[in-house]
C-alpha cells in the first residue's frame, strides 16, 4: 500500500479486500455512496421488504433526491423521516444529504410534545410520514394533532403559523388526506427533473456542511439536535468499519432504528466497507429470529 498523505488519518485506512488497496478519504455521504455504487453490485441492503444491490439503493436515493428538488427543497432545508423502517426510509434520508439538506430522523417513540418539539425547533420544511406500521403509532394522526391547523388547509403547500417553515407533510403506505401530499404523486414530481440538478446539487455539498440531526431521547427535558457533517460521519464509518475488519465478504445484521445515531453507524460502515447491511426493520422478537436464521 502506498504510504498515506499526511493529512489523511491512518484510521481510515480501507482494507485491501474490499476497496481494491484504496483508501478512504474524507468526503460527504452522497460521494460514499456513489463510489461504492460504482465499485460494487452485490446486495447492500436487506430488509424484511427489499433486496437491494448498491446500484439499487444509489438508483433509489436519486428518486427521492429528484423529488425533494421537485418540491422545492434547497441546501440546508430540514427534512423530517418518519417513516417504517425500511427500504425508503434510508433512501429519504440519504437523498436528502445527497442534495445538501439536512435529514431529521425523528424518534418513532416520541409522543406530541416530543414530536411537536423537534418539528419546531429543527425548522423542517417537509416531513414524510408513515400510514402503515400495523400496531405501532398512528402516525399522520399524531402529526395533526400536533399540528390541528393541517385539517383547514385548503391545500397541500402548506402555511402554518404554529411551523411557520413547514411546506409539506407526504403520506406514505396510505392515503392522503387533509393538508397532506401522497407519496406516489410526490414522487413523480421528481421524475420530471433531470438527474443532471442532483449532479451538480451533490457535487456543491462541502464536507463540513451538517448532513444529519439527530436528536436525543429527552430523558432529562426535551429532545437536543446534535448537528452530525458529513465529515464526522464519514471518518466514523471508515474507524469503526476498519476497528470491526469488515469485508465485502460480511452480513452485518442491525437491529437498532434508524433514528439513533448507533443504528445510522452501522449502515454507513457497511456501505464504506461493501458489507451487506441487514435491518430488522421495525423489531418484532420473532421476525428478528428469523431473518438472523
Given at each position: 500500500?502506498?504510504?498515506?498523505?499526511?493529512?489523511?488519518?491512518?484510521?481510515?485506512?480501507?482494507?485491501?479486500?474490499?476497496?481494491?488497496?484504496?483508501?478512504?478519504?474524507?468526503?460527504?455521504?452522497?460521494?460514499?455512496?456513489?463510489?461504492?455504487?460504482?465499485?460494487?453490485?452485490?446486495?447492500?441492503l436487506?430488509?424484511?421488504?427489499?433486496?437491494?444491490?448498491?446500484?439499487?439503493f444509489?438508483?433509489?436515493?436519486?428518486?427521492?433526491?429528484?423529488?425533494?428538488?421537485?418540491?422545492?427543497?434547497?441546501?440546508?432545508?430540514k427534512?423530517?423521516?418518519?417513516?417504517?423502517?425500511?427500504?425508503?426510509?434510508?433512501?429519504?434520508?440519504?437523498?436528502?444529504?445527497?442534495?445538501?439538506?439536512?435529514?431529521?430522523?425523528?424518534?418513532?417513540?416520541?409522543?406530541?410534545?416530543?414530536?411537536?418539539?423537534?418539528?419546531?425547533?429543527s425548522?423542517m420544511?417537509?416531513?414524510?410520514?408513515?400510514?402503515?406500521?400495523?400496531?405501532?403509532?398512528?402516525?399522520v394522526a399524531?402529526?395533526?394533532?400536533?399540528?390541528?391547523?393541517?385539517?383547514?388547509?385548503?391545500?397541500?403547500?402548506?402555511?402554518?403559523?404554529?411551523?411557520?417553515?413547514?411546506?409539506?407533510?407526504v403520506?406514505?403506505?396510505?392515503?392522503?388526506?387533509?393538508?397532506?401530499?401522497?407519496?406516489?404523486?410526490?414522487?413523480?414530481?421528481?421524475?420530471?427533473?433531470?438527474?443532471?440538478?442532483?449532479?451538480?446539487?451533490?457535487?456543491?455539498?462541502?464536507v463540513?456542511?451538517?448532513?444529519?440531526?439527530?436528536?436525543?431521547?429527552?430523558?432529562?427535558?426535551?429532545?437536543?439536535?446534535?448537528?452530525?457533517?458529513?465529515e464526522?460521519?464519514?471518518?466514523?464509518a471508515?474507524?469503526?468499519?476498519?476497528?470491526?475488519?469488515?469485508?465485502?465478504?460480511?452480513?452485518?445484521?442491525?437491529?437498532?432504528?434508524?433514528?439513533?445515531?448507533?443504528?445510522?453507524?452501522?449502515?454507513?460502515?457497511?456501505?464504506?466497507?461493501?458489507?451487506?447491511?441487514?435491518?430488522?426493520?421495525?423489531?418484532?422478537?420473532?421476525?428478528?429470529?428469523?431473518?438472523?436464521?
Amino acid at each position: 500500500m502506498k504510504a498515506l498523505r499526511s493529512s489523511v488519518s491512518p484510521d481510515l485506512v480501507v482494507r485491501p479486500s474490499s476497496i481494491d488497496s484504496r483508501v478512504t478519504s474524507v468526503t460527504t455521504v452522497g460521494d460514499m455512496l456513489r463510489r461504492a455504487a460504482s465499485t460494487w453490485s452485490h446486495e447492500a441492503l436487506i430488509t424484511p421488504k427489499v433486496r437491494w444491490s448498491f446500484t439499487d439503493f444509489d438508483r433509489r436515493v436519486d428518486e427521492f433526491a429528484r423529488a425533494y428538488i421537485a418540491h422545492g427543497v434547497q441546501p440546508r432545508d430540514k427534512v423530517g423521516v418518519l417513516l417504517a423502517q425500511d427500504g425508503d426510509y434510508y433512501a429519504a434520508v440519504f437523498g436528502a444529504m445527497r442534495i445538501g439538506a439536512i435529514a431529521v430522523p425523528m424518534n418513532a417513540r416520541f409522543k406530541g410534545r416530543e414530536l411537536g418539539h423537534v418539528l419546531r425547533s429543527s425548522d423542517m420544511r417537509i416531513l414524510l410520514v408513515t400510514a402503515g406500521v400495523r400496531g405501532s403509532t398512528d402516525f399522520v394522526a399524531l402529526i395533526h394533532e400536533v399540528l390541528p391547523e393541517m385539517d383547514t388547509s385548503a391545500s397541500a403547500t402548506l402555511s402554518l403559523s404554529s411551523a411557520p417553515e413547514l411546506r409539506r407533510v407526504v403520506v406514505f403506505e396510505g392515503p392522503a388526506g387533509k393538508g397532506e401530499t401522497d407519496s406516489d404523486a410526490f414522487l413523480a414530481a421528481g421524475a420530471t427533473v433531470d438527474i443532471g440538478l442532483v449532479h451538480a446539487a451533490s457535487e456543491r455539498v462541502s464536507v463540513r456542511d451538517i448532513g444529519i440531526i439527530m436528536y436525543t431521547s429527552g430523558t432529562t427535558s426535551s429532545p437536543k439536535g446534535a448537528m452530525l457533517s458529513h465529515e464526522a460521519l464519514t471518518r466514523a464509518a471508515a474507524v469503526v468499519g476498519s476497528r470491526q475488519g469488515l469485508t465485502i465478504d460480511d452480513r452485518v445484521w442491525n437491529p437498532l432504528p434508524m433514528f439513533h445515531v448507533g443504528g445510522m453507524n452501522f449502515f454507513l460502515c457497511s456501505l464504506a466497507y461493501g458489507a451487506t447491511h441487514v435491518h430488522v426493520g421495525d423489531f418484532t422478537p420473532a421476525g428478528a429470529l428469523a431473518q438472523i436464521d
